[in-house]
């Protein structure tokens, strides 16, 4: 088996960088191969534009998805963009690791996915949903928080993770993948949100990454979550009523 992780945070040395520490080193004791994108660190530009394209369909204005369709066609995507494209080729399991920032995830890898989901060629009108360019395929997220626990859920101050995670998760479900049900890192800062000291904090997180580690050896037992597809829709997209 191979994994791909999309790491998005721009600190190596932060939990973030630990988690992906951990699930690289786990991984590969099981035997799997894996690669590892860190656009922080190799500049990946998230704003997609029309400075990205040496050849364009249509110079006078910038259309992002014909560009896109064109690029494919052609075979003049965007360097670094056919580089995370040939990662995600060779993965059976795409983590996406990352802090949850303002309720969502980091700019940049909304902008990741903005760029390297390619229109008409990682999705066309009928290849989505479950019948994905990534049928067959696996992706998680894996998200870390300031606030405790008891903070999340729906009416709670945090907020709730299924709505806020449902843009990310929803989007690998639109290109195919299997969507497994995310890992929750909670009260990575500590200080500001309770009363816990360094000490506590620190064995506290460290068993964490204990968790995440037997999380990983354990993923064949694990079910997707369960997203709607084309049986459930009529031809204008609404849900059948079962």
Known sequence: MHTHIVHAH??????????????????????SSVTVSDP????????????????????DHFTPLAEQRHAWKT????DEVATEIAYLDEADLLILQFPLWWHGPPAILKGWMDRVFVSGGLYTSGMRYDTGYFKGRRAMVSVTTGAPRAAFGPG?????????????QYSLHYMGFSVLPPFISYGVQGHGYSYEDQ??????LRGN????????????DVEPLRFPGW????????????
């Open 40 to 59: 922080y660190a190799t500049g990946f530009d998230p704003v997609e534009s029309g400075r990205h394209y040496a050849s364009r369909s249509e110079p």
């Open 199 to 204: 000490s506590s904090l620190e064995e506290r």
């Open 10 to 31: 721009p600190d190596p040395n932060s939990y973030n960088g630990a988690l992906t520490r951990t699930a690289e080193r786990t991984l590969l004791e099981q035997g």
């Open 75 to 78: 075979g003049t995507l965007p």
């Open 231 to 242: 049986s459930d829709w009529t031809e204008d997209g609404s849900a059948i009523e079962r």
């Open 209 to 220: 990454l204990g968790a995440w580690a037997s999380h990983l050896a354990s993923l064949h």
């Open 156 to 168: 709670s101050r945090g907020g709730d993770f299924e709505t806020m995670l449902w843009p990310v």
